[in-house]
């Protein structure tokens, strides 16, 4: 049976990421990366990628030459040349034979998908990525199932929380709120994050209701 993990990661401001500069030059989003070799010239990639922004730069302060190729409306589609090797962080996935199935962007965030054979090999892709890129968060983990269900074993979208909400969370579970018995109680845990008990009760409830809403299933 197979024990492959689907994994989104976030990675704010790459550096070697051309598309992320692109789109953080334009403050859009890309929804959508291709990229080919020539196997006349298999050192070198061409990509491409759909830009969505409300206003275009006259020119990308990027250190490979923009070509725009296609308009979809508000969109553009742009291409480049680059030579492999350049240490993006979809080849520091790629290194471990992994694909990277899903690419996009919220202005300089690059967010990608790709699936690691088991956890000893996500913790290899997920540790080789951290020793480049610092500001590297997982988004969703998706295990595999032995009985084929459809249900999720570890699958925790942090993006959803605001920072506060975040915040509360860390905060009481470093105090031991969370703990039996508590180690700190909410007044103590309010005092803390320089806020009210009854703040602190709001932006828990809102976190927590966040988190079990992904973690729990419910029949219609």
């Known amino acids: 049976m197979p024990s492959g993990i689907r994994a ?14 692109a789109a953080g030059a334009a403050s859009g989003n890309v929804q959508s990366v291709s990229k080919s070799t020539n196997p006349d010239a298999p050192e070198r990639v061409s990509e491409e990628f759909m830009l969505e922004a ?25 291409r480049f040349t680059r030579e492999l090797g350049r240490g993006c962080p979809c080849e520091w996935i790629e290194r471990h034979d992994s694909p990277v199935t899903d690419v996009r962007t919220r202005g300089s965030a690059l967010f990608l998908t790709f699936h690691a054979p088991d956890m000893e090999g996500l913790q290899a892709i997920i540790g080789d990525l951290k020793t ?3 500001n590297l968060d997982v988004q969703r983990l998706l295990q595999s199932q032995q009985d084929h269900a459809e249900t999720n074993l570890v699958f925790v ?64």
Request: net charge negative; hydrophobic share 35%; with cysteine.
């Open 132 to 134: 480049q890129f610092s």
């Open 8 to 21: 989104e990661i976030k990675i704010d401001d790459p550096a070697g990421c051309v598309v992320t500069q």
């Open 54 to 78: 409300e206003e275009y730069p006259d020119a990308f302060d990027t250190d490979v030459e923009l070509t725009s190729i296609f308009s979809y409306g508000t969109s553009e589609v742009y």
């Open 157 to 220: 979208d942090r993006s959803t929380l605001t920072a506060r909400q975040l915040e509360v969370l860390e905060t009481a579970h470093r105090m031991g709120y969370f703990e039996h018995p508590k180690r700190a109680n909410a007044g103590e845990v309010a005092k803390a994050l320089e806020i009210t008990s009854t703040t602190f009760t709001e932006h828990l409830a809102a976190a927590q209701t966040k988190l079990l809403d992904a973690i729990l299933e419910y029949d219609d």
